[in-house]
Every structure is written in structure tokens, then in C-alpha cells.
Nanobody, 124 residues
Framework: QVQLVESGGGLVQAGGSLRLSCTASGRTLSFYTIGWFRQAPGKEREFVVG????????NYAELVKARFTISRDNAKNTVYLEMNNLKPEDTAVYYCAARLKAGVADGEIEYNYWGQGTQVTVSS
């Protein structure tokens, strides 16, 4: 079983950037497809972006496609989410999640393991 820990969240002004990290322990991350999700106050959790185990395939939500970039370093057991040109509507708790199956799914139910989340707040 893999344990996931997110880091890198914080407070940033609109237009700024943050890089989130999702680090795994307990099992090598290279076995897993990884997804990033977010949940804003009063809203349901939504898919942001995902990456295949090899990094060769990605899937971005339309809202973030031109601004966010996902990458992974399996040697470091870490997946990164680079977020640029942040907007107040990006404010949310960001979660990473892992699934053993192939395919960069965008549904919560497709992911088996979840981190505790990291808060991202974008001020206007």
C-alpha cells in the first residue's frame, strides 16, 4: 500500500505561481497513475490533472490546461504540479491520488489512495 503526502501549498497573489509535490512512501510510485484533485469551500472535489506511471500520458482539465503542468520523477518517488498564473478561483485544498490501473482517469472513484491535501489560497 502506498502513502501519499502533499506539500508546497500556501498563499500567493493572483498571477503568481506555486509548485506542489506529492511524495510517496511504502511502495514505489512508479507503479501508479497519479491524479491531482482539488476541493474549494462549499464545492465538490474536482479533477485537475493526471499522469501515467511512465509520464508519457497526461490528462488536464480544461480550466487549467494552459496554466498547470504535471510531471513526475519516479527516482524521487514524487509527482509535481507546477501552477502558473494562479487565479482566486484556484483556491482550494489540493489532493494527490494514486491508482494501480493504467489510464489517466478523471473520476475520484478510479483512485484508491489519497493524501491529506495541501491548501492553496490565491488572493486577488
Amino acid at each position: 500500500q502506498v502513502q501519499l503526502v502533499e506539500s508546497g501549498g500556501g498563499l500567493v497573489q493572483a498571477g503568481g505561481s506555486l509548485r506542489l509535490s506529492c511524495t510517496a512512501s511504502g511502495r514505489t510510485l512508479s507503479f501508479y497513475t497519479i491524479g491531482w484533485f482539488r476541493q474549494a469551500p462549499g464545492k465538490e472535489r474536482e479533477f485537475v490533472v493526471g499522469i501515467s506511471w511512465s509520464g508519457g500520458s497526461t490528462n488536464y482539465a480544461e480550466l487549467v490546461k494552459a496554466r498547470f503542468t504535471i510531471s513526475r520523477d519516479n527516482a524521487k518517488n514524487t509527482v509535481y504540479l507546477e501552477m502558473n498564473n494562479l487565479k482566486p478561483e484556484d483556491t482550494a485544498v489540493y489532493y494527490c491520488a494514486a491508482r494501480l490501473k493504467a489510464g489517466v482517469a478523471d473520476g475520484e472513484i478510479e483512485y484508491n489512495y489519497w493524501g491529506q491535501g495541501t491548501q492553496v489560497t490565491v488572493s486577488s
